[in-house]
Structure formats: structure tokens, C-alpha cells
């Protein structure tokens, strides 16, 4: 899947300017970020179960508002 976002997410290199900021916002707490790129319902569930700590979104849409 191709999920290019730039400059906001790039998911091939893991990159990113959303990325970035999670990482650097949670790393200093203990937090171990695994980067995962999943439909937004799936996401909602699996942090809904606490299996996720942190949801992101943002699609075409929110860019071009």
C-alpha cells in the first residue's frame, strides 16, 4: 500500500512530520513507538482495547481543507 502524505507522513521511509512529533513527544516519556499504518476504523478499535497507546489520522481530505 502507498500511503505518501508528504510532508506529513511517508509511511516507505517512516518519516515525517506527524511521525516526528509523536515520537518526539512520547519517546522522552518511556513510550516505544512501532510505527503501524492501518484503516482508520481499525485504529479506533485497537485503541479503544488499549492495545494502542497513540492514534494519528489524517488523510487527502484533511490536507486539503
Known sequence: MSYKLAPWVIAE???G????LISEAMEP?????E????????RV???????????????QKHIRS
Open 29 to 33: 516519556l518511556g513510550y516505544e513507538i
Open 45 to 59: 478499535k485497537l485503541y479503544q482495547t488499549e492495545l494502542v497507546t497513540v492514534v494519528c489520522d489524517i488523510n
Open 13 to 15: 521511509t517512516n518519516d
Open 35 to 42: 510505527k503501524v499504518y492501518y484503516p482508520f476504523a481499525r
Open 17 to 20: 512530520i506527524l511521525i516526528e
